[in-house]
């Protein structure tokens, strides 16, 4: 994960927080997330990687 934080919430402060797949390769997955104001103000933003695992190798 690799993130940027713009500007800290204030306590009680609504938010939106958004999320979407950018990219599927095989059992990589490219997401990105945001958190906005209800004014539009982005506060921070992040990538993620993720990796789809085999839930029979871990039992």
């Known amino acids: 994960m690799?993130?940027?934080?713009?500007?800290a919430p204030h306590a009680g402060e609504q938010l939106i927080a958004v999320g979407e797949l950018d990219t599927r390769d095989g059992r990589k997955f490219l997401t990105n997330t945001a958190l906005y104001t209800v004014d539009?103000?982005?506060?921070?933003?992040?990538?993620?990687?993720?990796?789809q695992i085999d839930l029979e190798h871990f039992r």
């Open 40 to 51: 539009g103000e982005l506060l921070g933003r992040a990538e993620q990687v993720w990796i």
């Open 2 to 7: 690799t993130a940027q934080v713009l500007r």
